[in-house]
């Protein structure tokens, strides 16, 4: 079914416009990383086969979904508030259905409807395909519950509606799971083993976006460097359904090179990496196109190799210096951000001072930083004590934002003077008369209208800055 592109996300409630046809109405509502927004994006479209409309308002829903997180528990208590919420408004609507999804309804499965008797059904981050078959259990006036993980859904066959997209940018899963067994992370027990997309599906959907106008998309998985496809069946031609050959194995750089070649005038992004699995090759063919974006988000999460080790992170400090060392010498102006837990258990104040010395020998661009929250399940809650008060994580993750702040201001400066390619995402929100987009590195840009539209790639001449957001003024169209 052909859907339009005229799409709007309210904070993390996902609205597409109306199906004509469709009598009931989905209020579906997203939490935690990218990979739980598109999956929104997967169960949407599942749901609209089966009469659902979106709505952004709670009272008239007929279904209520939460794609969940559980990588901190600030995020699930977030969801437990939320289903308070949900419940106020379901005694004035008692034919109204509540369902969690995704990696905390993996992680609690039935407990879930134990706790919380406002939920009726329980889908985890492989069952969404299932959703058809729960929902008419629960019609039927049975709690449903499907939490089986797959070690090989990656619902390429599925054609996601753009719920949490401008109609400009567009995320692309290319991976599910995760096989690193990093002690603090539940996404291997929330979400399998790593299985990669079919390369053909995925290059389909990106030329789909292009002939609907996007111009940016992001490849997404837990650990996209892992990405591997033996299947074969890539076709010679990506922009046609023709010329078809084998191959034996594509891995990630490979991937990167085919989906550049596909579309050479869209802009190509990815996330996440891990530091293990980033390859030389990788880097490479970073550089070699120009529409793949100069900007890694390269989690370290600590700068000792004591904690390194206890997180079961497989690098030490060193190898992550060579490897931001080869790719400063290969991509010079490559941006580089960050993720970073403070306080993770037996954490010493030398650990904490290799962290920041670090920081320092980097300088990324911006980063994403917590203090340790313990996860049930994994490795670091049933071997070691969560022993750092709370008082110094938060005085430790303190000292490592300030520093970050200094940093991005400082990569943000580097531009005053230069020229920089921003693609038009929205209007800015605090000036009306301004757009407002981001370069390659991932920074945000704002200038004056002028006679451009979202979705043009403009070359704006930077003549200032705040720590984070580039200002300028357009110099004329990108080539």
């Known amino acids: 079914m052909e859907k339009t592109i005229d799409e709007k996300k309210q904070g993390n409630t996902l609205v597409l416009d109306q199906n004509d046809k469709n009598t009931k109405k989905l209020f579906i509502e997203s939490y935690g990383c990218a990979m739980n927004f598109s999956d929104s994006e997967i169960v949407a479209s599942i749901l609209d086969e089966q009469g659902y409309n979106t709505t952004s308002k709670l009272e008239d829903a007929d279904l209520v979904l939460v794609n969940t997180c559980s990588i901190r528990d600030k995020a ?229 190799d004591r904690i390194l080790k206890a997180m079961n992170r497989l690098h030490t400090r060193k190898e992550y210096f060579t490897l931001i060392d080869n790719i400063k010498t290969i991509i010079p102006d490559c941006a580089i951000s960050q993720d970073m837990i403070a306080g993770f258990p037996t954490e010493t104040e030398e650990d904490h001072q290799d962290t920041l010395s670090l920081m320092e020998y980097v300088k990324y661009n911006f980063g994403y930083m917590f203090t340790y929250s313990e996860r049930p399940g994994t490795l670091a809650e049933r071997k070691l004590d969560d022993d750092i008060p709370e008082a110094v994580k938060s005085r430790r993750l303190k000292e490592i934002i300030e520093l970050q702040l200094k940093h991005s201001e400082l990569r943000t400066r580097e531009h005053l003077g230069k020229t920089v390619e921003v693609l038009i995402e929205r209007e800015s929100k605090k000036s009306k008369e301004q757009w407002s987009g981001r370069t390659e590195k991932n920074l945000v840009a704002v200038f004056p209208k002028g006679n451009y539209k979202i979705g043009d790639f403009v070359n704006v001449k930077v003549t200032d800055c705040t720590k984070a957001t580039l200002i300028g003024e357009a110099v004329g169209e990108a080539e």
């Not at 389909?204 to 837990?222: A, C, V």
Request: charge should be positive; proline fraction near 4%.
């Open 76 to 304: 699930e208590q977030t969801v437990r508030k939320r289903l308070e919420k949900y419940n106020a408004v379901k005694r004035t609507n008692p034919k109204m259905k509540v369902g969690v999804l995704g990696c905390m309804a993996e992680r609690l499965k039935s407990k879930f409807l134990e706790e919380e008797k406002i939920v009726d059904l329980v889908v985890g981050p492989d069952a969404y395909k299932d959703l058809p078959n729960l929902l008419a259990e629960v019609e039927e006036g049975h709690d449903a519950i499907n939490v089986v993980l797959s070690k090989d859904e990656t619902y390429g066959d599925v054609s996601p509606v753009r719920l949490n997209s401008n109609g400009v940018t567009a995320f692309v899963s290319i991976t599910r799971g995760c096989d690193n067994m990093c002690t603090f992370c539940v996404v291997p027990f929330t979400r399998g083993r790593e299985r990669s997309r079919d390369p053909q599906s995925i290059i389909e959907e990106i030329n789909d976006l292009w002939s609907k106008g996007y111009k940016e998309i992001t490849l997404l998985g837990q650990n996209v460097d892992s990405y591997l496809w033996y299947g074969g069946g890539l076709k010679k031609d990506f922009s046609k359904a023709s010329d078809i050959q084998k191959a034996t194995a594509v891995d990630f750089s490979k991937l990167l090179q085919i989906c550049a070649e596909a579309q050479p005038k869209m802009r190509i992004r990815f996330s996440t990496s891990n530091p293990q699995d980033m390859s030389l090759e990788v880097i490479k063919t970073m550089a070699k196109y120009k529409n793949i974006c100069n900007h890694i988000h390269l989690p370290v999460q600590s700068g000792s």
